[in-house]
């Protein structure tokens, strides 16, 4: 089962550590709500507004603790309601999970309570953003990534992308660097990445985004089939594809191996001339 948190459940606050160790899925909203400060947490009642949160693949036993937490019993007197909605995980919502379960303040709203309008408590109260990163081709090398700007990362797990495939057609310092196009029977591997929302920040000076790239929203699978939603750089030209230089080859070999090993290029999930 999963679970949306959007208050003192999310990271950096003080009840995170009763989900911490739960597999983040990625950074999620729902529509159709807002939410309110309630003094030292938020309360999220339906509205016209979208709140963001942190969602989480929990089992029977967690739930079981965090409804105690929030004082729910089932009762119409309760300070919150467990509910089930669904969750968006990009902005053309296109990836979603439904019958995500999250807590639903359960009185009424007074008026001396501040409204949070971009439904966001971690942003409004100022602590770190947690997001995940999908890195691909020279993004899987860390020597290059610590050049960018990427000095910490909470986790990381090797990680693919299903209906994608290679092609080198992006001006850069090495020749052509690498993109994604659509393949519905290509695989990419690389890593996924728990990282802040400002360490993405960061890179996108590095990836020139919204000039060469832009930051979207993939699916990807860990090992083990389990599915993350995570940011990637695209970049939307698809045309003028050219043949990467071996130097480029060569950084890109270097981040998979130190996780892949010989599996990525023994399969071809790079199929491109000079990878495979």
Known sequence: MYLLVYGSLRYGF??????????FVGLGYIEGYEMYDLGNYPGVI?????????????????????DEVEDYKGSPDDLYVREKTRVYFDQKRKYYL???????????IVKNMEKIEDGDYSA????????????YAENTNERILHQRGV???????????????LIFNIPCKYGYCAN?????????????????????????????HLIKYIREVVKVYDR???EYFAYA??????????????????????????????ECVSTGLYDEPGIS
């Open 224 to 226: 083990n089939g389990k």
């Open 233 to 262: 750089y695209v970049s939307s030209y698809k045309e003028n594809r050219k043949k990467p230089s071996e130097e480029y080859v060569k950084i890109i070999r270097e981040g998979l191996m130190r996780g892949w090993g010989n």
């Open 180 to 208: 994604l196009i659509e393949d519905e029977s290509g695989i990419i591997c690389g890593y996924l990445q728990k990282v802040f929302l400002h360490t993405l920040n960061s890179l996108d000076k590095a990836e020139q």
């Open 46 to 66: 339906k509205g016209d507004g979208i709140v963001w949160g942190e969602v989480y693949e929990i089992d029977e036993n967690l739930i079981k603790l965090l």
């Open 98 to 108: 439904d019958n995500v379960y999250f807590y639903r303040y359960n009185k009424e």
């Open 14 to 23: 003080e009840l995170n550590h009763l989900v911490a160790k739960s597999r």
């Open 124 to 135: 409004w109260s100022g602590m770190p953003i947690i997001v995940n990163y999908f890195a």
């Open 151 to 165: 000095d910490m990362i909470l986790s990381e797990t090797p990680a693919y992308t299903k209906g994608y495939r």
